[in-house]
C-alpha cells in the first residue's frame, strides 16, 4: 500500500523567504504526483503536475522536483507573499488511485 | 466551463437519517472520485467510476454508503442510515483518463451527523 509523508506538517516563515516543502513515498512506481493547495473550507487546487518520466515542473513562483527513485518530491515556493498561506498537499497515482499526504500548512507572516 | 460541483455545501442532519450528496464533473471528463477529509485520516478515497461505471468501491466504509453515477454528468453518494462518525468533508473530483491526469477537485460537502 502506498504511503505518503509530508514533513514538516506545519511552517510559518516571513514574506520574501523561499519555502520547500517536502514529500515522500513508499512505491516507486507511480503514474505521476501532483502537488495541489487547499484553503480553509474549500476544495483542493491542482498546483503542479509531474510525470513519471519528468524531473521537475515550473510554473511561476513554483518549482517541483520528482526523484522516483528514491520516492522523493519537493515543492519550492519563491519569495512567499501573504497569499500563499495555505495547506499544500502531494499525492501520487498508482494505477488510478490519488494517494495523498496530510499536508504541511503553510503560514507567511507579512 | 464552471469545474466540479457539488451540493449541498453545508448538511446538518441527525443521526439515522438518509444523506444524499450529489456531483456534477466537469464536462468531458470520463473518471469520477469520491473522497472523504477528516482531521484524523485525511484524504480517503472512497469510489472510483470510469466511463459511468465503479470500478473500484474498496474504499467505502460500509455497507449504508453507496454511490451510482447514472450518466456522465451527474453522480450521487448515499449514507443511509448516517451516524455521527460520518461527519467529515465529501468531496467529488474528476479526471480525463487517458490525459495528464490532473485531478479536478469540487469545493466539497461539510456534513455533520448529530
Known amino acids: 500500500k502506498q504511503e505518503v509523508t509530508q514533513i514538516p506538517a506545519a511552517l510559518s516563515v516571513p514574506e520574501g523567504e523561499n519555502l520547500v516543502l517536502n514529500c515522500s513515498f513508499t512505491?516507486?512506481?507511480?503514474?505521476?504526483l501532483q502537488w495541489f493547495r487547499q484553503d480553509p473550507g474549500k476544495g483542493l487546487t491542482s498546483l503542479l503536475l509531474?510525470?513519471?518520466?519528468?524531473r521537475e515542473q515550473t510554473s511561476g513562483r513554483l518549482n517541483a522536483s520528482l526523484d522516483k527513485s528514491s520516492g522523493r518530491s519537493t515543492l519550492y515556493i519563491a519569495a512567499s507573499q501573504p497569499g500563499d498561506s495555505a495547506t499544500y498537499l502531494c499525492?501520487?497515482?498508482?494505477?488510478?488511485?490519488?494517494?495523498f499526504g496530510a499536508g504541511t500548512t503553510v503560514t507567511v507572516r507579512a | 466551463d464552471a469545474g466540479v460541483i457539488q451540493s449541498p455545501r453545508h448538511e446538518v442532519t441527525e443521526m439515522g437519517q438518509e444523506v444524499t450528496l450529489r456531483c456534477k464533473p466537469i464536462?468531458?471528463?470520463?473518471?469520477l472520485f469520491w473522497y472523504r477529509q477528516t482531521m484524523m485520516r485525511g484524504l480517503e478515497l472512497l469510489i472510483y467510476?470510469?466511463?459511468?461505471?465503479?470500478?473500484?468501491d474498496s474504499g467505502m466504509p460500509e455497507d449504508r454508503f453507496s454511490a451510482k453515477m447514472p450518466n456522465a454528468s451527474f453522480s450521487t453518494l448515499k449514507i443511509q442510515p448516517s451516524e455521527p462518525r460520518d461527519s467529515a468533508v465529501y468531496f467529488c473530483?474528476?479526471?480525463?483518463?487517458?490525459?495528464?491526469?490532473?485531478?479536478?477537485f469540487g469545493e466539497g460537502s461539510r456534513l455533520t451527523v448529530l
Open positions: 512505491d516507486s512506481a507511480i503514474y505521476n
Open positions: 509531474i510525470q513519471s518520466s519528468q
Open positions: 473530483a474528476s479526471s480525463l483518463l487517458g490525459g495528464t491526469g490532473e485531478l479536478f
Open positions: 467510476f470510469n466511463n459511468n461505471v465503479p470500478i473500484d
Open positions: 499525492a501520487v497515482e498508482n494505477d488510478y488511485k490519488l494517494s
Open positions: 464536462s468531458g471528463h470520463n473518471s
